[in-house]
């Protein structure tokens, strides 16, 4: 069963870079399938942030594309995001999750429990 | 402004049938599969349903899904108390970007 766990400050201030590191426990990330973030602003809906291969090909929303790299560490089982030049508007819990590809399509069926990210001097 | 449209409420009382709506366009819905999470306040969400309409273990078969085009629906039936959540639809287009919908907050009265 693979277990996925976000961690990281939950304070950053505006202009700085913010850091996430997404545990995952049950799987290895390098052998195969996606993996990637998603955020959701307090009282908001989801909005996907991006998602690495398990060879390390990456996609971005274009929206956050300037701002945001995702890496994997195959030798500690994690990946990271960061997201610089943060503003308030990157206040939001920040999910993990994997994404594999299966019954014609992609789909993310393993989440972490999410992790408040706060943005603000 | 999300790309994949849902309605930003439903209701229905206890035993009852409902439905929800997601309409994207001919990149996401329309050439690719759609996905639909539960989430339950306060916590992360969850696969309701995969590929338009697969359900994970688990998931009662109580929930169903459909897509015809460049849209997609989300059926409960024999609604409970338990099944008050926000759903969302989700689909990636053809670059492998992922999209949602503004989520749905499901009420039983």
Known sequence: QVQLQESGPGLVKPSETLSLTCSVSGFSIGSRYYWGWIRQPPGKGLEWIGTISQSGTTYYNPSLKSRV???LDTSK??????MSSVTAADTAVYYCARTIYGSG????DSWGQGALVTVSS | QSVLTQPPSASGTPGQRVTISCS???????SNTVNWYQQ????????????????????????????????ASLAISGLQSEDEADYYCAAWDDRLNGRFGGGTKLTVL
Do not use: E
Not at chain 1, 77 to 82: A, E, R, V
Not at chain 2, 48 to 54: E, F, G, K, T, V
Not at chain 2, 55 to 64: A, H, I, L, M, N
């Open chain 1, 77 to 82: 089982n994690q990946f990271s995001l960061k």
């Open chain 2, 24 to 30: 994207g366009d001919s990149s996401n819905i329309g």
């Open chain 1, 105 to 108: 399509g992609y789909f993310s």
């Open chain 1, 69 to 71: 790299t995702i890496s």
């Open chain 2, 40 to 71: 339950l306040p306060g916590t992360a969400p969850k696969l309701l349903i995969y590929s338009n309409d697969q359900r994970p273990s688990g998931v009662p078969d109580r929930f169903s899904g459909s897509k015809s085009g460049t849209s």
